[in-house]
Every structure is written in structure tokens, then in C-alpha cells.
């Protein structure tokens, strides 16, 4: 059953994308899916259209609509809801490589 879910992902973006200068980076990406290997694999898809690389997700599980994640997961959830179509970006927080 297709179900709104947040996942929690390690992303690889080109060189320059990001203000940081940064290339590495964690954001909360919320979308539709079945399951989360199928989350996961909308979300690889999706990211490869900016020619970035999901390198993993940390966590994936089903959004609750009773509990608060903070204002800015919570309206990433609320745009969601609307849209079937969804995949959507919270905040990153980049970082450098070792």
C-alpha cells in the first residue's frame, strides 16, 4: 500500500551545488512509496537528475501524522500529503570528506 515516508539520506552532489563548497551532505527527503526499497529507489532516481548520488539512507520509515518532527519536516509532510507525486528535500547539512 503506497504510503507518505521520510527518509533520512547521505547524498554526493557536484562540486559547486552547494554553498558550503561542500560535496557530502544529510537531508530528510520525503515521498510516496510502497516499501523502502522502493522509497530509496524514487529517491536514486530522482537524485541522479541533478547528477548526485545517494549514497545511503540511514532511515526510512512510514510518516505519523500525530507525531512533530519540527516546522520544517512537518510542512515537507503537510506539501506531501497533496501531492502523489512527491519527493521533497528538506534542509541539507553538508560536510567535507575526511
Not at 510502497?34 to 510518516?63: G, M, S, Y
Amino acid at each position: 500500500m503506497t504510503k507518505l515516508w521520510i527518509a533520512n539520506c547521505e547524498i554526493r552532489v557536484e562540486a559547486g551545488d552547494l554553498p558550503s563548497g561542500s560535496t557530502l551532505a544529510f537531508s530528510n527527503i520525503v515521498t510516496w512509496g510502497d516499501d523502502p526499497e522502493q522509497v530509496t529507489e524514487k529517491i536514486k532516481t530522482d537524485l541522479a537528475r541533478f547528477n548526485w548520488h545517494l549514497i545511503a539512507c540511514q532511515r526510512v520509515d512510514p510518516a505519523d501524522d500525530d507525531k512533530d518532527y519540527g516546522d520544517e519536516l512537518n510542512e515537507l509532510v503537510i506539501q506531501a500529503q497533496g501531492n502523489p507525486n512527491a519527493i521533497l528535500l528538506g534542509r541539507f547539512f553538508s560536510y567535507r570528506p575526511d
